[in-house]
């Protein structure tokens, strides 16, 4: 499964697993997953369009199914 979570900032990232909150941002769970748990930003807008909401900082991250 894919996660979507946005950072304190608004900048999107889609996650290959689920990240954990930081000060500002959204974070790789490395200790547990290494190196294998990546992240890609995403354009403006795109997490509205892929599930119809935006994200914000306070929400938690979502689990595409």
Same mark, same amino acid.
């Given at each position: 499964?894919? %996660? *979507?979570? +946005?950072?304190?900032?608004? $900048? @999107?990232?889609?996650? /290959?697993?689920?990240?954990?909150? !930081?000060?500002? @941002?959204?974070?790789?769970? $490395?200790? $547990?997953? !290494? /190196?294998?748990?990546? /992240?890609?930003? *995403?354009?403006?807008? +795109?997490?509205?369009?892929?599930? !119809?909401? @935006? *994200? $914000? %900082?306070?929400?938690?991250?979502? @689990?595409?199914?």
């Amino acid at each position: 499964m894919a %996660w *979507l979570a +946005t950072d304190k900032n608004g $900048t @999107e990232y889609i996650y /290959s697993h689920k990240p954990i909150k !930081g000060k500002k @941002e959204w974070n790789n769970d $490395t200790k $547990t997953l !290494g /190196s294998f748990c990546s /992240s890609i930003s *995403l354009p403006p807008g +795109t997490i509205a369009k892929l599930i !119809g909401r @935006e *994200l $914000t %900082w306070e929400d938690e991250p979502y @689990e595409l199914k």
